[in-house]
């Protein structure tokens, strides 16, 4: 049995983050190994508490300006190597330590749809519904 922990460890851990993208539907984190986490779900950055979390972008809050989602997250997680990853096995969260004491949660809140996926050249890591986590190889992605 594939132990899923030590394999997001592997693909994430002493990497940095190359960039934040918002999309339509999700969020895209890219780190320097080409390791790319998509985030379906909702998420929050830690930092002395929640610092942003994906359902700020946008907001005023009072401020001159509506924050930006892209913006925020590079801001407080580029040019952190990542130390650690942790999966929640009952639920698929998944935790992303930075340098730093800052975290990058991901939330898998559904029954039903996938949450976040990372993937890595052939490797496939998808929170499904539910709470379960799978890891599959893709040798048609070329990687």
């Known amino acids: 049995m594939v132990d899923i ?3 997001i460890s592997g693909l994430l851990v002493g990497r940095k983050l190359s960039g934040v993208q918002r999309r339509e539907y999700d969020w895209v984190f890219e780190f320097e190994n080409s390791a ?14 929640i610092a942003f979390a994906d359902g700020d972008h946008g907001q005023q809050f009072g401020l001159p ?6 913006q925020e997250a590079n ?27 800052t975290t990058l949660e991901l939330l898998n809140l559904s029954g039903g749809y996938e949450g976040w996926q990372l993937v890595s050249g ?5 929170a ?7 890891i599959y190889s893709d040798a048609r992605s070329g990687g």
């Open 75 to 101: 801001r407080l997680l580029s040019d952190k190597p990542t130390q650690a990853a942790n999966i929640r096995e009952d639920t698929g969260d998944l935790a992303v330590v930075f340098g730093g004491g």
């Open 5 to 7: 922990a030590a394999t």
């Open 36 to 49: 790319v986490l998509t985030a379906e779900c909702p998420w929050r950055i830690l930092s002395s508490g």
């Open 122 to 126: 052939e490797t496939h890591i998808i």
């Open 65 to 70: 300006a509506a924050l930006d989602g892209e």
């Open 128 to 134: 499904l519904g539910g709470g379960e986590v799978v």
